[in-house]
């Protein structure tokens, strides 16, 4: 891949600085003493003292932004008050309950796959970074419980799960609000017959996960949810198939398994084996490990690829709970970390500084990364341990710089100065692709507004009537460039996904900053 001169620039700073500042360098990272006459070390630079972002506000707004995605009966104290009670019945075309949940992006279907994930990934948000977050922490946990308490209506039946709610091509044909929706609420299962390893494994994950978030708080809730992740899981690893196969006219193009199942089997294990402390998950990893891909060598982390997550989760058990029979994971891990340092063959980062995966929502991989990142740096603090990349000795202090870079560059220190975050700072997208921000509340416009007429206002250079507090969008070009166009999902559409790892990264920057 090609690698911008620039961004090397940019990014070399980040292993550059030294001990200037004792709120983010907890540690003194020594370097040659010929580092301090780096140019981006003049004093016109921030001084790393200064927060340039108010992270505690924006950590209050990536959590609200899941009150906008909540499909179902909205409980009293929703904060996000232009949205209203949608999806009260589905389920029913199959006789079950499926009211609730969360529609993953800006349309109105329910994607198993993807809620699944951002459930994992806010859950693993909190056990990191929870106990920095002061008053948000309930907030993050009602997030996650708005979605576990969906995922353990979609797994009530033994070696079933409800999978997606809606059809997606009928769904997209109509720009409607989610209270108006008039589309077919189809239901989809994967069975014993009809496998889907890698829904099925995620779903595990997210409820074993979640097990670990509510074990103080509510110990039943948190066993109801450790109890259904393995019986999930049984269900993933007995019955392996992908559920591309089964459900292939229905979840693809949209949520494709393009990884396989095997990352999914290996995470969903991995996140067994914490929530549970049985041995039998470690023996499964030590057993399955390597057939599973977990020295494959791919850092893109994301809904559908989780073997780099999968990796640094297993690198803390080694790191820091010192089970020696998973050193290789650090090593794997290593690998990941050094994937992103400047001159990285395979680390693509644009002019103004952003990684760089894919020209389709491409921010999900930052936030994801961002998280990985900080999780690691402090798995490394932990055990006293650095990375070794090819010679070059990186910190756990260089991987919270590089992290905060990308989080800046996302909340506005870009070339447009435009935040990536909506209703964060004083310029951000006012044109995002969501139905339910785009069109009038119903407290504005209380008659129904029909499928077709709604493509009026997606096709309007009006801004959005709704804001969307704290919805991350797919973010710019390998450019840097954002056209701020509704129309234009790959850059203008948030997603549940993209939110879930920075909440943890937002909590852990606003503590370092004195801000929580």
Known sequence: MAFFVSSITTLFSLFTITCISIVILPHCDALPLHYNHHPLLHPHHHHPHIASH????????????????????????????????SGLYDGSALHVDLVGGYYDA???????????????????????????????????????????DYLLKATAYPNTIFVQVGDAKKDHACW??????????????????????EVAAETAAALAAASLVFRRSDPMYSKILARRAIKVFQFADKYRGSYSNALKPVVCPYYCSYSGYQDELLWGAAWLHKATKN???????????????????????????????????????????????????????DNFVCSLIPGSSSAEYTPGGLLFKMSDSNMQ??????????????????????????????????????????????????????????????????????????????????????CSAGFTVMNSQSPNPNILVG???????????????RSDYEQSEPATYMNAPLVGTLAYLAHSFGQL
Request: charged letters at 20%; hydrophobic letters at 35%.
């Open 471 to 485: 919805a991350i969008v797919g973010g710019p070009d390998l450019h840097d460039r954002f056209p701020d166009q």
């Open 54 to 85: 108010n992270y505690r506000d924006a950590l209050t707004k990536s959590i609200m932004f899941f009150e906008g995605q909540r499909s179902g009966k909205l409980p009293p104290n929703q904060r996000m008050s232009w949205r209203r009670d």
């Open 176 to 197: 409607e609000r989610p209270e108006d929706m008039d589309t077919p609420r189809s239901v989809f299962k994967i069975d014993a017959n009809n496998p889907g390893s």
């Open 279 to 333: 041995p039998m998950y470690l023996n499964y990893i030590q057993v399955n490990g390597q057939i599973l891909g977990a020295a494959e060598y791919d850092n893109t982390f994301g809904w559908d690829n989780k073997h780099v997550g999968a990796r640094i989760l297993l690198s803390k058990e080694f790191l820091v709970q010192k089970e020696q029979s998973l050193h290789d994971y650090k090593g794997h891990a």
């Open 106 to 148: 800006g349309d109105n279907v329910k994607f198993g796959f993807p809620m699944a994930f951002t459930i994992t990934m806010l859950s693993w948000s909190v056990l990191e970074f929870g106990g920095l977050m002061k008053g948000e922490l309930q907030n993050a946990r009602e997030a996650i419980r708005w979605g576990t």
């Open 365 to 450: 991989y930052v936030t994801s990364t961002s998280f990985l990142l900080l999780a690691y740096a402090k798995y490394l603090t932990s055990s006293h341990t650095l990375v070794n990349c090819g010679g070059t000795t990186v910190t756990p202090n260089m991987l919270r710089r590089i992290a905060k870079k990308q989080v800046d560059y996302l909340l506005g220190d870009n070339p447009l100065k435009m935040s990536y975050m909506v209703g964060y700072g004083p310029r951000y997208p006012q044109r995002i692709h969501h139905r339910g921000s785009s069109l009038p509340s119903i407290a504005v416009h209380p008659g129904k507004i029909q």
